[in-house]
């Protein structure tokens, strides 16, 4: 006799239930080793660990309460080699993982509003906050300080595996933007990551599959995404003004059209935010959307 089942894990190993009185939230910084370019060793398990510990009856666990939290572990003098310059001010690029709730998914306006804030608190060139699949969540590096044993996770399972990403950078517009201060735009001169994009060697060079048929192909590096072209990819995906973060997500392949600014051409990870970004529009929206959403945090 055979049996063939899927198995589950919950996103952590300790026990959840409505009525714990006090919940944990974990920051791990992660050391990443200096000039090892491409290297998957240079992203370790190492670094500082902070618990924020919140009353379940009179301050849940929201964006809100994460702001807070953020701001007091950056004065925290355990952290200052993961997040300070030698001159003690906030390093200039900042990239968070997190896990798929609604106080953290940056699919969420709040999650963004939170993001913004962090980034003109704090002068930042470049802020990435992405989040793995809801199904993924026990093998990332921050989940592994609060379990006995750690689960490893290759970094091309983690490319494959991250559901939502949310990038704000500085414009060139010195009216609106404070100068940069790292080298991050002679790498990436829009700011922004390219998307994932799996490639396929075929007789006519290299070759980008339709989304949802990816059997064969894999994944590139940062370096070779950012070297390749629009002819590179297949027609279902041309139409865009710009290709979608998610154009590979499985799970949001039926939705990226409606996701879509019609006006400017601008992807968005939920309805909700579309609905804000369209009201404020005008063809450069980019900008105009993150000022709105700011007013809305305040």
């Known amino acids: 006799m055979h049996l063939d089942y899927k198995v589950t894990l919950p996103d952590h190993d300790w026990v959840v ?8 939230s974990v920051y791990a910084g992660i050391n990443i080793k200096p000039a090892e370019i491409e290297s998957r060793s240079a992203v370790t398990y ?26 007091r572990l950056l004065k925290l003098p355990e952290f200052d080699a993961v997040t300070k310059t030698t001159a003690g001010h906030v390093k200039p690029v ?18 963004i509003c939170v993001a913004i ?8 060139d470049v802020f990435i906050v992405a989040t793995n ?24 399972q983690e490319r494959q595996e991250s559901k939502y990403c949310t990038q704000i950078v500085k414009c060139e517009d010195s009216g609106c933007c404070r100068p940069h201060r790292s080298s991050a735009f002679s790498l ?11 490639l396929l060697q075929t007789s006519e060079g290299l070759k980008a599959p339709d989304p949802g048929n990816q059997i064969g192909s894999k994944f590139t590096s ?7 072209k629009s002819d590179v990819l297949p027609r279902s995906l041309t139409g865009y003004h710009s290709m979608s973060y998610d154009a590979y997500c499985p799970s949001v392949q039926s939705v990226l059209m409606r996701r ?22 005008d063809v450069s929206g980019k900008i105009q959307c993150y000022r709105y959403l700011s007013l809305n945090m305040q």
């Open 46 to 71: 190492s670094g500082p660990t902070y618990i924020a510990v919140h009353s379940g009856k009179h301050s849940s666990s929201t964006a809100l309460s994460h702001v807070a939290d953020f701001s």
């Open 94 to 111: 900042l990239m968070v993982t997190v896990d798929s709730g609604p106080d953290e998914n940056p699919r969420y306006d709040k999650v």
């Open 260 to 281: 879509t600014c019609k006006k400017c051409g601008l992807y968005h990870t939920s309805l909700s935010a579309l609905k804000g970004h369209t009201r404020v529009c």
């Open 222 to 228: 940062l370096f070779l995404a950012l070297a390749v």
């Open 133 to 156: 699949a809801s199904t993924s969540n026990q093998t990332n590096l921050k989940s592994s300080r609060m379990t006995p044993e750690q689960f490893p996770c290759s970094g091309e």
């Open 17 to 24: 239930a409505g009525d714990h009185k006090l919940i944990p």
């Open 117 to 124: 804030h962090h980034f003109l608190e704090n002068d930042l």
């Open 188 to 198: 990436l001169p829009s700011g922004f990551l390219p998307p994932p994009i799996p």
